[in-house]
């Protein structure tokens, strides 16, 4: 089963507007992490939520946990151009150490000056 | 800020031969792992490694390819006859052991294999 699938694929907003990504998994998960990644770099982590937890902040970033309905989202405020990038959740499903995460396939923000 | 470090950021090999991928993970971490990301897909997981084996891999992993902790500060991976699907960005990634097992992974900024 899929796992970690974002919405929407692309989204284009203005610099200073809020930009909310979703993720939504299919089966029961230990925590939920958010990465995000710039052309042709690595992966940077932004923030985990644990599957206990609701939402978590973490200066402009707010992310949202729904275990009832697999899902979460990921809110950046007040967007800067420098936010232009693609963004992944990744699940991890197990709960012991040394998990692979499962990724979805992000969402491409691009932020227009 | 202590980071994961790849190398080579490119590498360009022939169909058939062996390639090394070579990763440092940050020095006080005691989990590893293996990614790869083709072009416009998705990161998929590989292997991750712990105390000096294997921990968990995906189907992915199968008997071309091989992982190493050679000493205490590389991390390899080794694919042994690649083939032209194995084109794609691998990442390396680590992460610290915790009192509890909700720890982030940190990610090198991963190697290009081009297969040619």
């Known amino acids: 089963s899929q796992q970690g699938e974002e919405d929407p694929q692309a989204l284009s907003i203005q610099e200073g507007e809020n930009a909310t990504m979703n993720c939504s998994y299919k089966?029961?998960?230990?925590?939920l992490q958010w990465y995000r990644q710039n052309s042709g770099r690595g992966l940077v982590h932004l923030i985990l939520?644990?599957?206990?937890?609701r939402e978590k902040h973490s200066g402009r970033l707010r992310v949202t946990l729904d275990t009832s309905k697999k899902s979460s989202s990921l809110l950046i405020t007040a967007s800067r151009a420098a936010d232009t990038a693609s963004y992944f959740c990744a699940t991890d499903h197990s709960g012991g150490g040394a998990d692979g995460l499962t990724f979805g396939k992000g969402t491409h923000l691009i932020i227009q000056p | 800020e202590p980071e994961v470090t790849q190398t080579p950021s490119h590498q360009v090999t022939q169909m058939g031969q062996e390639v090394i991928l070579r990763c440092v993970p940050i020095s006080n971490h005691l989990y590893f792992y293996w990614y790869r990301q083709i072009l416009g897909q998705k990161v998929e997981f590989l292997v991750s490694?712990?105390?000096?084996?294997?921990?968990?891999k995906s189907e992915i992993f199968d008997d071309q390819f091989s992982v190493e902790r050679p000493d205490g500060s590389n991390f390899t991976l080794k694919i042994r006859s690649t083939k032209l699907e194995d084109s794609a960005m691998y990442f390396c990634a680590s992460e610290a052991a915790g009192a509890e097992s909700n720890q982030p992974q940190h990610f090198g900024d991963g190697t290009r294999l081009s297969i040619l």
């Open positions: 089966t029961s998960i230990n925590n």
């Open positions: 939520i644990r599957s206990n937890e």
């Open positions: 490694f712990y105390n000096n084996e294997i921990s968990e």
